[in-house]
């Protein structure tokens, strides 16, 4: 393989896709790898959340496919690689796919949570996928889809021997600036009072400055950090957290955490209208479609400790500054009851492991 078309649309992917470029050129040495950011296109600018805000950029989102398609037959790479965002890397993966270039993606979409029509169109669009969770691949025709573990998993293998401090809150806004202005000031709301230190790590510059700019309106003692979010994870009591990949990296750190999310009403609306599962946090999906399969320890949980699931999750209305500090509080004050929560999120990392380097399986399928 000489040039690899590596894509990833937010933050999260770009954690994956930057690991991915890493093993090719270990595997493939010389190697020429481009991306977004080869055409002008940031990670900031890309990440939106919800039909509106696309809505709104929707030439913006249309130059950016017409750019990538031109790239795509100008340069004609070996194989593209595209790594979640689905809206917009599996319609560049088709168009590879149907020009004679391998295509793969990375992250299963959530079929399994609303649009499970989409299936037959996801095959057509790609050569393979490769799936994080070991109940996706039997979703699809056989052969096509494939759990390779989950990368996170090893990274976050030597965290259950770091030492927790008491006190330390860490708030997890999410990453995108949207989420983070409707979620940060309910969370510092929320901690006012609770005797707890607070860290809040941001995943990129633009994200650190809106977050700084909260933050000084809120006047709550808050340290704000530049990256290190799973270290925070690693020795934090307890977290707060958007719900996102932000609350499985909590998960492998056996980190109890509050998960919480508030989107606009109209989105809502539809939500609750498609979605068909019961939860929306990474964490308590797995373990509702794993532990069924689990040794005994998975039905042994104290039920009265958040219905017997790894999180608790506070959404729309229930997402309050009461209700995140009632929670916080008890998790705070009540060591038996972290210990519980902690038991159940080392199972979450049992249920995601797999013999083998995840990162290297997914290059092998590249070629």
């Not at 992250?107 to 169109?121: D, E």
């Not at 809150?169 to 990453?175: E, F, Y």
Request: hydrophobic share 45%.
């Amino acid at each position: 393989m000489k040039k690899l078309l590596l894509l990833a649309g937010e933050q999260s992917g770009v954690i994956y896709s930057e690991r991915i470029a890493g093993r090719v050129r270990q595997m493939y040495p010389g190697v020429e790898i481009r991306g977004y950011s080869d055409y002008g296109f940031s990670i900031a600018d890309l990440a939106v959340f919800g039909f509106w805000e696309v809505l709104k950029r929707i030439f913006f989102f249309m130059k950016v496919r017409k750019t990538m398609e031109r790239a795509i037959d100008e340069w004609r790479p070996d194989a593209v690689c595209t790594v979640d965002y689905p809206g917009m890397n599996l319609r560049l993966c088709s168009y590879a796919k149907k020009n004679g270039i391998r295509a793969v993606h990375v992250v299963c979409p959530q079929v399994w949570a609303w649009r499970s029509g989409r299936i037959p169109k996801i095959e057509a669009s790609l050569n393979a996928l490769c799936c994080f969770f070991p109940f996706e691949p039997r979703l699809f025709t056989p052969s096509f889809a494939h759990f390779i573990g989950h990368p996170l998993v090893e990274e976050f293998s030597s965290s259950a021997s770091v030492e927790r401090e008491k006190k330390l809150v860490a708030l997890m806004p999410g990453s995108r600036l949207g989420e983070i202005s409707r979620i940060l000031p309910v969370l510092l709301e929320a901690v006012k009072g609770v005797d707890c230190r607070v860290i809040v790590p941001a995943a990129n510059e633009r994200a650190k400055t809106l977050i700084e700019k909260i933050v000084l309106k809120s006047s709550v003692p808050v340290e704000v950090r530049l990256g290190g979010a799973r270290d925070v994870l690693s020795r934090a009591a307890c977290a707060v957290a958007a719900s996102g990949t932000v609350t499985l990296e909590a998960a492998l750190a056996r980190c109890p955490t509050i998960l919480v999310y508030k989107v606009g009403s109209v989105l809502a609306f539809f939500a609750r209208r498609v979605l068909n599962i019961k939860h929306v946090g990474l964490a308590n999906i797995v373990w509702e479609k794993c532990s069924e399969n689990a040794d005994s320890q998975a039905v042994t949980c104290d039920r009265s400790v958040w219905g017997g699931y790894p999180m608790v999750e506070l959404l729309q209305e229930d997402m309050t500054a009461d209700s995140v500090r009632k929670e916080l509080k008890m998790l705070l004050s009540d060591d038996l009851r972290r210990k519980e929560i902690e038991k159940r999120l080392s199972m979450i990392a049992d249920f995601l492991r797999l013999d083998g380097d995840s990162i290297t399986k997914i290059v092998r399928f590249l070629v």
